[in-house]
């Protein structure tokens, strides 16, 4: 129901065989730290500007610039021709392809992020995938944790699909927009072409080619009393 290839194009990260003999495209998450312990061959090809934080296994390719107040912990495997700006703060298990934007102010750990996909402003990236050209817009989060501390479970239609997983934050879909301070609950998977309205707090499955938005509130104007 929730193969990888119906929500990603595998095609589009050099990562691929991270997806293998996986049946649900959550999956992937548990394997990403065992693909790094036995794949990532640490090295900086890119640019540094000034005097980023860099520690552990990080591989960095060619054309990407780290900025100045970044900090990688690794291990770590980030692309050719990305931007890590002043502020990105990566911290274990993250695999990022290329032509990425990481921002200011955004956090990221145990994730996979495919070729050109852009968190630039005030993201929490947590235990989640992000498909090709996805983008996140200022200020979405993608929550990994639930309030209670339970195994994380897919609420679909049909019913819930438990996960086994006590962290895992969203899968978005390839071309995926995801709107300004929307919050994705624990388990939330957003398919391909999709766009979440700003403010919109989602739990559930998006199909792809879909919009998911609250209805809005009526705003009202009232006439402000004259002061002496």
């Given at each position: 129901?929730?193969?990888s290839d119906?929500l990603?194009?595998?095609?589009?990260?050099?990562?691929?065989?991270?997806?293998?003999n996986v049946?649900h495209?959550?999956?992937?998450l548990?394997?990403?730290?065992?693909?790094l312990q036995?794949r990532?061959?640490p090295?900086?090809h890119?640019?540094l500007?000034?005097k980023?934080?860099?520690?552990?296994?990080?591989?960095?390719?060619a054309?990407?610039?780290?900025?100045?107040?970044?900090?990688?912990?690794g291990?770590?495997?980030?692309g050719?021709?990305?931007?890590?700006?002043?502020?990105?703060?990566?911290?274990?298990?993250?695999?990022?392809g290329n032509?990425?934007?990481?921002g200011?102010s955004?956090?990221?750990k145990?994730?996979?992020i495919f070729?050109?996909?852009q968190i630039?402003?005030f993201?929490?990236?947590g235990?989640?995938?992000l498909g090709?050209k996805a983008?996140?817009?200022?200020?979405?989060?993608?929550?990994?944790?639930?309030?209670d501390?339970?195994?994380v479970?897919?609420?679909?239609a049909?019913g819930?699909?438990p996960?086994?997983?006590?962290?895992?934050?969203?899968?978005?879909?390839?071309?995926a927009?995801?709107?300004c301070?929307?919050?994705l609950?624990?388990g939330?998977i957003i398919g391909?072409d999709?766009?979440i309205y700003?403010?919109?707090s989602?739990?559930?499955?998006?199909?792809?080619?879909?919009?998911?938005?609250v209805?809005?509130q009526?705003?009202?104007?009232?006439?402000?009393?004259?002061r002496?």
């Amino acid at each position: 129901m929730f193969a990888s290839d119906t929500l990603l194009d595998l095609d589009r990260t050099e990562h691929s065989v991270i997806f293998e003999n996986v049946t649900h495209v959550w999956e992937a998450l548990a394997k990403i730290s065992t693909y790094l312990q036995f794949r990532l061959k640490p090295g900086i090809h890119g640019k540094l500007i000034g005097k980023p934080f860099i520690s552990g296994a990080v591989y960095i390719g060619a054309g990407t610039i780290i900025e100045q107040g970044a900090m990688i912990k690794g291990p770590a495997w980030i692309g050719e021709n990305c931007e890590i700006r002043n502020g990105a703060y990566i911290r274990e298990n993250v695999v990022v392809g290329n032509g990425v934007v990481l921002g200011n102010s955004c956090e990221f750990k145990n994730c996979l992020i495919f070729d050109e996909a852009q968190i630039p402003h005030f993201n929490y990236v947590g235990d989640s995938i992000l498909g090709h050209k996805a983008h996140l817009g200022a200020g979405a989060i993608l929550s990994n944790v639930r309030l209670d501390h339970q195994p994380v479970a897919v609420k679909t239609a049909e019913g819930i699909i438990p996960t086994g997983l006590r962290k895992f934050g969203a899968i978005v879909g390839d071309r995926a927009e995801i709107g300004c301070n929307s919050v994705l609950s624990p388990g939330s998977i957003i398919g391909r072409d999709t766009i979440i309205y700003p403010n919109t707090s989602w739990r559930g499955v998006l199909p792809s080619n879909s919009i998911g938005r609250v209805e809005p509130q009526t705003l009202k104007i009232l006439p402000r009393q004259a002061r002496d």
